[in-house]
């Protein structure tokens, strides 16, 4: 990658010369095993080298802090401001504590409701919005991370994540890492078991349906991946059953050619991550059936999934069955920027 054609992309012509950019990198590169002795020469080398781009540079900081993580990870650690906390719109990030061994970082980190009307009882997820910026970015080094919630205090609105970083290509190389995230997904609610009282005595034969192009399917056949592009979905039949909280209802009930088909309406599906599973019927006897496939699709205007549970059975078993689902809602999704900067050394 060429550190002078990224600059120049980033502040059109307004660039440092040639010779001065692989200077800069030579001398950081040749620093690199000599950290403790020559930081003040690579600072003095890097300031040289944004010198006559001073400008452009201060306005967009983070874009050039990321391609600096990406050609010149050594010079992005002595730029890259280390805090250990930052707070916005209420909620504070910070870094409890980090530990390292060999290719193994360990990170625990807390996120505080400051107003205390925020996260209610419980914990915010990050939404898969988090980022880590690596000092070994952009030399291909194999890298697994994951993060975790691990605790949710009510009564001190903190929640504490485990964020773990295994490095496949050596050791976790010293130097400055930032976590950031950008959404909060608040009020998350696991509800397990929730009994679906519809009547299913007289579910229709050869109910009607309509056709959709499907967004989802899961199924054990893997022909159908291949095979099935859309569907014939029941014709909603009104409410038959809707969850407390009005996330989800159970619309379409029917009985064709051997199966029972249960078609069920989410909402908030994209905005908050709504859904839920209806796989399990519960028959007469209390043997549990498992849904042979689903098939879903979307209506992004209304951000509500549509999804058919299929069950395989005999038509005088239906009368018997009872159902359950299990769902997932959330209450709020919060826009934001969170970042904390922190060192690790083996």
């Known amino acids: 990658m060429d550190f002078h054609k990224q600059y120049r992309s980033m502040n059109e012509n307004i660039t440092p010369s040639d010779a001065l950019v692989q200077q800069t990198i030579a001398k ?77 970082a360990k990170v625990y980190l807390s996120l505080t409701d400051t107003t205390g009307s925020l996260f209610g009882d419980a914990a915010p997820d990050l939404y898969d919005s988090w980022h880590l910026d690596y000092p070994r970015w952009g030399r291909a080094a194999p890298l697994s991370c994951g993060c975790s919630t691990v605790d949710y205090d ?20 010293a130097g400055a890492f930032e976590f950031s995230f950008n959404k909060l997904l608040i009020g998350k609610v696991e509800q397990k078991g929730v009994p679906v009282t519809a009547d299913l005595s007289s579910v229709p034969k050869n109910a009607p349906t309509e056709n959709h192009e499907i967004n989802g399917l899961s199924t054990s056949d893997i022909s159908m991946y291949e095979d099935v592009h859309d569907y014939d979905f029941l014709v909603p039949q009104g409410t038959l059953w809707q969850s407390e909280n009005d996330v989800c209802a159970l619309i379409a009930a029917g009985w064709r050619n051997g199966e029972l088909h249960l078609r069920y309406r989410t909402d908030g599906s994209l905005s908050l991550d709504n859904h839920a599973d209806f796989s399990t019927l519960h028959l007469a006897d209390g043997t549990e059936l498992m849904c042979d496939y689903t098939v879903t699709y979307k209506d992004f205007d209304n951000d509500t999934d549509y999804t058919e549970y299929v069950f395989p059975m005999a038509y005088e078993n239906v009368a018997g069955c009872t159902l359950t689902g299990d769902l997932y809602t959330a209450s ?5 920027r969170w970042a904390v900067s922190f060192r690790l050394t083996q």
């Open 28 to 104: 950081m590169e040749s620093g690199r095993p000599h950290r403790a002795r020559k930081p003040l020469k690579i600072i003095l080398a890097v300031a040289a080298a944004l010198a006559c781009v001073s400008t452009a540079v201060a306005a967009n900081q983070e874009a050039v802090l990321r391609v600096l993580y990406q050609i010149a990870p050594g010079m992005a650690e002595y730029l890259q401001p280390v805090g250990q906390v930052c707070e916005d719109r209420g909620v504070k990030l910070e870094v409890v504590s980090a530990d390292v061994e060999g290719s193994t």
């Open 154 to 173: 009510p009564s001190t609105h903190m929640a504490t994540y485990f964020l773990q970083i295994d490095d496949l290509g050596g050791d976790i190389p």
């Open 332 to 336: 709020n999704l919060m826009d934001g």
